[in-house]
């Protein structure tokens, strides 16, 4: 067997980075951003390996040709890539520096996943083109959990239009509450199972939207353990990127229907869930429930546990909303407008819609512990001709930084323009309260203590532990 195309790097010159999601949407705009911007940000000698999952082999054959692609195309037309060189430059050069290998998981099958998390952290990972030969990886630098559902069937006209008169297009398009939800698919065991008959008993009910928008990945990231972990501090830890929306509220979320399964929407409510693992998974209260899904026998020598962050890609259109070819063309017209009207939300395109994803996957350890980029929900944001930076979000009970912050405090935000605190904010957003902001907290532990049910229920109905 040969050795890997990046044999002969240092170990802190290689990074490796697992996308979910990647063949479609934002996890497109995803892979090819994290291509560029390591490129253009990480020294000469690095080396990025990009994982994209799919969930077939000619899926996965087909992203890592795109990723390619978009890898020469970038190679041979970046004056950028050019200037760096300092001197004679080689595109060649270039693409060397980039491996696309890939792995299958289905988010709805949880022997998928577990199968996908021991080929990463036990077995070897494959080139479905056949380029690279198989090959084991030493950890996962970032882990970013972009695949999922959304579970709509199409607008309620009648809702758009009074939305539409109490709070003008802009708002409208980026908070809006004329979304219809499909009826709630419960997941069978079989397919839960790969397939396979339960043998015995009946292992807990999983929504399809929740199990593939946030319960699979936090399985995922639980099995990753080993190659997120790290032996020490000198390391720097691994990185779970979760991907939530902008639109994830305190409405969104009823633990009388923790999954979304009889009458919530699913996809806004798995959202709210993200944002509530993610911001108060290290604080003190929740580590009594979340460190039992930090620990696990396979990283008793690894104590440094991975950080999760939070990110969302603005308002993108994408083909996860149901509409046919004409209500598709309008709805990109009516994004674009509200990005002209001002909206620093509405990014449209897969691209910018990566930004804050694919920030947080490459900014330094020491940027993102300066800024405490964890308790921070980061969105991509766009200026009006399109320009995209990360943008700090509000959210409901928590605020932009789990900050109390009154009118005049966010007067004296120091962001400009289109980054600015207030800029885009919900019509009805109200000021952070400390009730509020414990509230948030509890619910966080709630969700954290129901997660953790599920996962070992279903972990010992699966004869795993």
Not at 203 to 208: G, S, W, Y
Not at 231 to 250: C, F, H, L
Not at 450 to 456: C, F, I, N
């Amino acid at each position: 067997m040969s050795s890997p195309p990046w044999a002969g790097a240092s170990s802190d010159d290689l990074y490796f980075v697992l996308l979910t999601g990647a063949n479609s949407g934002v996890g497109v705009g995803i892979g090819q951003r994290i291509i560029d911007e390591f490129l253009n940000s990480r020294p000469l000698s690095s080396h990025l390996i990009l994982i994209p999952t799919t969930r077939s082999k000619t899926k996965s054959r087909d992203t890592v040709l795109a990723l390619r692609s978009h890898l020469h195309q970038a190679a041979h037309t970046s004056k950028q890539l050019e200037a760096r060189s300092g001197g004679t430059y080689d595109p060649q050069t270039t693409i060397a520096r980039v491996h696309v290998l890939s792995v299958q998981v289905d988010l709805c099958d949880l022997r998928s996943i577990r199968a996908a998390a021991d080929q990463l952290v036990n077995g070897k990972v494959t080139d479905p083109t056949g380029v690279i030969d198989d090959v084991r990886i030493p950890r996962i630098d970032a882990a970013l959990f972009n695949a999922g559902l959304g579970g709509w069937e199409g607008l309620d006209w009648l809702e758009f239009a009074r939305q539409f008169v109490a709070c003008g297009l802009t708002q409208s398009t980026t908070y809006p509450s004329f979304k219809k939800a499909l009826p709630a698919a419960v997941l069978d065991s079989q397919k839960l199972l790969g397939g396979e008959n339960p043998k015995s008993g009946s292992p807990p009910a999983l929504a399809e939207v929740f199990c593939a928008n946030v319960f699979g990945h936090y399985v995922l990231a639980h099995e990753l353990l080993p190659a997120l972990s790290r032996a020490n501090t000198s390391e720097a830890p691994g990185r779970v990127v979760w991907t939530s929306s902008i639109d994830a509220g305190y409405d969104h979320l009823d633990f009388d229907d923790f999954q979304a399964s009889r009458y919530m929407a699913p996809y806004e409510s798995s959202k709210r869930i993200s944002d509530l693992i993610c911001l108060t998974a290290d604080l003190p209260s929740v580590q009594k429930v979340s460190a039992s899904y930090f620990t696990s026998s396979a990283t008793a020598d690894k104590p440094v546990k991975p950080r999760f962050y939070l990110s969302h890609p603005g308002i993108v259109c994408t083909p996860m909303f149901p509409l046919n070819w004409f209500l598709y063309f309008w709805y990109w017209v009516v994004m674009h407008l509200s990005r002209l009207l001002g909206s620093p939300w509405h990014t449209v395109d897969v691209y910018p819609g990566a930004c804050a994803t694919s920030w947080l996957a490459l900014a330094d350890q020491s940027t993102l512990d300066a800024i405490d980029a964890q308790h921070i929900k980061w969105g991509s944001a766009v200026t009006r001709t399109g320009h995209a930076a990360p943008k700090k979000t509000e959210v409901e009970g928590w605020g932009w930084e789990g900050r109390i912050e009154d009118s005049e405090a966010l007067k004296r935000d120091d962001s400009d323009g289109f980054l600015h605190k207030t800029k885009g904010r919900k019509w009805d957003a109200t000021t952070l309260t400390k009730e509020k902001k414990a509230q948030f907290e509890v619910d966080g532990g709630r969700c954290w203590v129901e997660l953790e049910r599920l996962r070992v229920a279903w972990e010992a109905f699966l004869g795993w532990k």
